[in-house]
């Protein structure tokens, strides 16, 4: 597939490993900066999105995404994202996640605005008693890759992402694109709403990162099945 991120907002906390630990299916485990987990809230746009070679249609290759993600490795210590949720407001695009990628999205309404270098979010989950409602500022010309080896590097440069189908049998995806050119974002709302729809208390604090990124151009490969030194794989 082919598909294009804009208006990313990343959002992180540190928690304790063992609240992220019980969570993963066995082959993943809790990939830590500095002794920590981490817990992001991501809010985005997905546009054009389409299978490689296809047009994007309009009214379906446009829409938005809020991800409750944190970062894991596999048995043979590749790292990528785990994701608890992906609540997105393209019914379509949930039924087709669900099934194609096994990937836990969730129908949602949202809706976005954007103002000189403002960009507002708000989204809502049935089932859930209160909204998450984002405003930030990222402009300027600051943009940068993230150095390798910081946290920064740690949260954002991921190309891999790990699933679990009914059966319980895990699968890698690889995606690709350009390294993010990030930015520290003013925040003037922020929500840890999206955590406790995950089962997660809510912390009182501000996140402890708060990063915004410039959009880029995304190729999707397909879902291969993991392998586990179960299986009689070993780094």
């Not at 299916?25 to 389409?50: C, I, K, Y």
């Not at 604090?205 to 190729?219: G, Y």
Request: aromatic residues 12%; neutral net charge; proline residues 7%.
């Amino acid at each position: 597939m082919r598909q294009r991120w804009s208006g990313l907002l990343f959002l992180h906390w540190r928690v304790p490993v063992e609240s992220i630990a019980g969570r993963l299916p066995a082959g993943l485990h809790v990939d830590t900066f500095n002794g920590s987990a981490w817990l992001g809230v991501v809010p985005f746009f997905m546009e054009q999105v389409r299978p490689s070679l296809l047009p994007p249609v309009p009214g379906i290759s446009w829409f938005m995404e809020l991800n409750v993600r944190t970062y894991v490795h596999d048995d043979a210590g590749n790292p990528g994202v785990w994701f608890l949720s992906l609540d997105c407001n393209q019914p379509l695009a949930v039924e087709i996640a669900r099934r194609a990628f096994h990937l836990p999205y969730e129908h949602a309404q949202m809706k976005a605005g954007r103002a000189r270098g403002r960009i507002c979010y708000e989204c809502r989950r049935e089932g859930c008693a209160r909204d998450a409602v984002f405003a930030y500022n990222a402009a300027g010309d600051d943009a940068r890759p993230a150095a390798e080896d910081s946290l920064e590097w740690f949260l954002v440069e991921r190309y891999l992402l790990f699933s679990a189908d009914q059966h319980g049998s895990l699968h890698r995806g690889r995606v690709h694109h350009a390294p993010y050119r990030i930015l520290e974002a003013e925040c003037a709302k922020w929500s840890a709403e999206p955590m406790r729809w995950n089962g997660f208390a809510v912390p009182e604090q501000a996140p402890d990162s708060i990063l915004a990124a410039k959009t880029v151009d995304v190729r999707v490969f397909p879902l291969a099945a993991a392998l586990r030194q179960a299986d009689g794989f070993a780094r």
